[in-house]
């Protein structure tokens, strides 16, 4: 049985988390902490790689709150928050995968779901197409 990656309900509250149903009725529900903390974007990345915490940051407040939140095409969700950081994008495959993985863990980041660059749709349309 595979995991689905695709979300059929999304529930933002802005100060305690980020609740995701998937359409295998799986309910995840990521705290705001962990996910600021996990932020998928190329400076947060860069960051953790040097061993360094992505937040919260030296003399900053530690609290931490979703000041918006939009889908990012049909891919994931793209985070804004109240510390004013807002380029991370939350793909669903990665956060259904730190999920399964328990959020203890570090979650892992796939590159080619992260940066919108990288996504090329007419790649994923062929796929679906070459299923027939
Ligand atoms: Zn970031």
Redesign the pocket.
């Known amino acids: 049985m595979t995991a689905s990656t695709t979300p059929s309900d999304i529930d933002v509250d802005r100060n305690r988390a980020v609740t995701i149903t998937f359409e295998d009725g799986v309910v995840c529900e990521f705290p705001v902490r962990e996910l600021r903390a996990a ?3 190329a ?2 990345r860069g960051m953790r790689e040097r061993g360094r915490d ?1 937040w919260p940051a030296p003399g900053a407040p530690d609290t931490i709150s979703v000041g918006g939140a939009h889908l990012s095409g049909a891919w994931g969700l793209s985070i804004e928050w109240s510390d004013g ?1 807002s ?2 994008i939350y793909a669903w495959a990665v956060l259904r995968r730190w999920w399964d993985a328990g959020l203890h863990q570090p979650m892992l980041i796939d590159p080619m779901l992260n940066d919108p660059v990288l996504v090329d749709p007419s790649t994923e349309s062929s796929h679906a197409e070459s299923s027939d």
Request: net charge neutral.
């Open positions: 932020c998928p974007c400076t947060c992505v950081h380029t991370g």
